[in-house]
C-alpha cells in the first residue's frame, strides 16, 4: 500500500523559515516526479513545487520562486520543501503528491498518490 506521509508544518511568524518532509513507502518514486501543493481556507488547492523523478529539474509558482527549495533523497524516498522568508498568504495545508509522469507539471490531474497534508500558518 502506497502511502506519503507529510511532517514539519507548524506555526510561525512572518519572516520565518520551515522545512517540510514527505516520507513515501510501499514503493519507490524514484523515476516519478513529485510536488508540494498548498490549499488556503476557501480556495482551490494550488501547484507550489514539483521535481522530477532524477530531481535535475525544479519548478515553481511564482508566488514561492525564491523563497521555496523544493528537494529530494530517492535512497530516503523522501521529497522536502524548505520554505524561507514565509509570508501570512502562505498559509495553507501543504499536500505532497507524486506522479505518474518523470517531469513535474502543475495540474492536480497529473498525480495520483497524495499525502494527508500538513498545515502551515504564518502569523503576522
Known amino acids: 500500500q502506497v502511502q506519503l506521509v507529510e511532517s514539519g508544518g507548524g506555526l510561525v511568524q512572518a519572516g520565518g523559515s520551515l522545512r517540510l518532509s514527505c516520507a513515501a513507502s510501499?514503493?519507490?518514486?524514484?523515476?516519478?516526479?513529485m510536488g508540494w501543493f498548498r490549499q488556503a481556507p476557501g480556495k482551490e488547492r494550488e501547484f507550489a513545487a514539483g521535481?522530477?523523478?532524477?530531481?535535475?529539474?525544479?519548478s515553481y509558482a511564482d508566488s514561492v520562486k525564491g523563497r521555496f527549495t523544493i528537494s529530494r533523497d530517492n535512497a530516503k524516498n523522501t521529497l522536502y520543501l524548505q520554505m524561507n522568508s514565509l509570508k501570512p498568504e502562505d498559509t495553507a495545508v501543504y499536500y505532497c503528491?507524486?506522479?505518474?509522469?518523470?517531469?513535474?507539471?502543475?495540474?492536480?490531474?497529473?498525480?495520483?498518490?497524495w499525502g494527508q497534508g500538513t498545515q502551515v500558518t504564518v502569523s503576522s
Open positions: 510501499g514503493r519507490t518514486f524514484a523515476k516519478n516526479a
Open positions: 503528491a507524486a506522479s505518474f509522469l518523470s517531469l513535474a507539471v502543475v495540474a492536480p490531474s497529473g498525480y495520483n498518490h
Open positions: 521535481i522530477s523523478g532524477s530531481g535535475g529539474s525544479t
